[in-house]
């Protein structure tokens, strides 16, 4: 029985053993194949310039882009104009301009006032909704109440701003003021300096 197993397990180191050799021959044999590293030498001779120094290509631009920017054109003929909101208020200012003298207040005329595209002036002229009492209420109180809040913003950035600038006047001030005395000290050490001459009468002596 024991000789059965040796017998086989030899067999299989024997089969290991070669495998082992076929495998070792196919990665030298591997490595005797050529490599084409054409590529490789030209980026290390300089031949190929690197991307960020390669100049653009010469060929025409693709028809299918040159559609594309003919019709972004023909859309924005003056560029990307993104459209601006108007507050209640200003359509029916609008409106109301528009209806009082209209051959005046034109729909280019009424774009350019309010800083609108012209497609926006036509929707306000001809939109016939109006919000229901309850609803214009709130937008109007909603509406003074965001200007009221930026009208104390902007008196409290003011009055920080004026209390900055007479706080670093005063700053001037006391610094020029803290000069004076300085200079005044000194002059009255120079005058006392110049007056005393000699012993005073008071001065008391003593003589060891």
């Not at 590293?37 to 010469?58: C, F, M, Q, W, Y």
């Not at 209640?88 to 595209?117: K, N």
């Not at 497609?119 to 109440?145: D, F, M, N, Y």
Request: proline residues 7%; aromatic residues 6%.
């Amino acid at each position: 029985m024991f000789s059965v197993l040796r017998a086989g397990v030899s067999r299989q180191a024997c089969l290991g053993v070669r495998n082992m050799s076929r495998s070792v021959r196919s990665i030298l044999d591997d490595d005797s194949t050529p490599v084409d590293l054409s590529e490789d030498n030209d980026a290390v001779d300089g031949i190929r310039s690197p991307s960020h120094r390669r100049k653009p290509p010469t060929e025409p631009t693709p028809a299918a882009w040159q559609a594309h920017r003919a019709s972004l054109k023909e859309a924005f003929p003056d560029g990307w104009n993104p459209p601006r909101k108007l507050s209640r208020e200003a359509m029916d200012g609008l409106r109301q301009l528009h209806r009082v003298d209209p051959e005046t207040f034109t729909t280019p005329v009424l774009a350019e006032r309010f800083r609108i595209s012209p497609e926006g002036v036509r929707r306000i002229l001809k939109s016939r909704w109006t919000p229901p009492p309850q609803r214009r209420a709130e937008l109007l109180k909603r509406e003074a109440e965001s200007k009221l809040q930026y009208r104390q913003l902007s008196a409290l950035r003011e009055r920080m701003e004026a209390r900055q600038v007479l706080q670093s006047r005063e700053d001037i001030r006391a610094a020029r003021y803290g000069e004076l005395e300085f200079q005044d000290g000194e002059d009255d050490e120079e005058t006392e300096s110049a007056h005393v001459r000699g012993i005073h009468s008071r001065d008391r002596l003593a003589f060891e």
